[in-house]
Nanobody, 123 residues
C-alpha cells in the first residue's frame, strides 16, 4: 500500500505559478510511476503529467512547456511545477501512483490516489 498526500494548491492569478507536492508513504516510492491528473467541475478526470520510476516524463499536450513533473526519491515526494497558469486549468489536482512499469494516461491505470488539492486560477 502507498499513501499519497497532495499539497501546494491555492488561488493564483492567470499567468502565475504554483508548485504541487505529493508526499508518499508506505512502500518504496522510487519503484512507482507517479502521475498527476486534474478534474474540473462537471468534467472527466484528465491526464496532466507522469514520471516513471526511471524519471522518464510524459505530458499532456496542453501543458507541455509550462508544467514540469519531477520526483525526489530520497524524500518520497513528487512535484508538479505549474507556470503560466490559465483560468481553464482551475480544477482539483490529484496525484496517483502505480507499480506498473507501463505509464498509463488514464485513471484506471493507477492503484493509489491522494485526496486532491484545489487549484483556482483567476482571470
Amino acid at each position: 500500500q502507498v499513501q499519497l498526500v497532495e499539497s501546494g494548491g491555492g488561488l493564483v492569478q492567470a499567468g502565475g505559478s504554483l508548485r504541487l507536492s505529493c508526499a508518499a508513504s508506505g512502500r518504496t516510492f522510487r519503484r512507482y510511476t507517479m502521475v498527476w491528473f486534474r478534474q474540473a467541475p462537471g468534467k472527466e478526470r484528465e491526464f496532466v503529467a507522469a514520471i516513471s520510476w526511471s524519471s522518464s516524463t510524459y505530458y499532456a499536450d496542453s501543458v507541455k512547456g509550462r508544467f514540469t513533473i519531477s520526483r525526489d526519491n530520497a524524500k518520497d515526494t513528487g512535484y508538479l511545477q505549474m507556470n503560466s497558469l490559465k483560468p481553464e486549468e482551475t480544477a482539483v489536482y490529484y496525484c496517483a501512483a502505480s507499480h506498473d512499469l507501463v505509464v498509463h494516461m488514464t485513471p484506471g491505470g493507477y492503484d493509489y490516489w491522494g485526496q486532491g488539492t484545489q487549484v483556482t486560477v483567476s482571470s
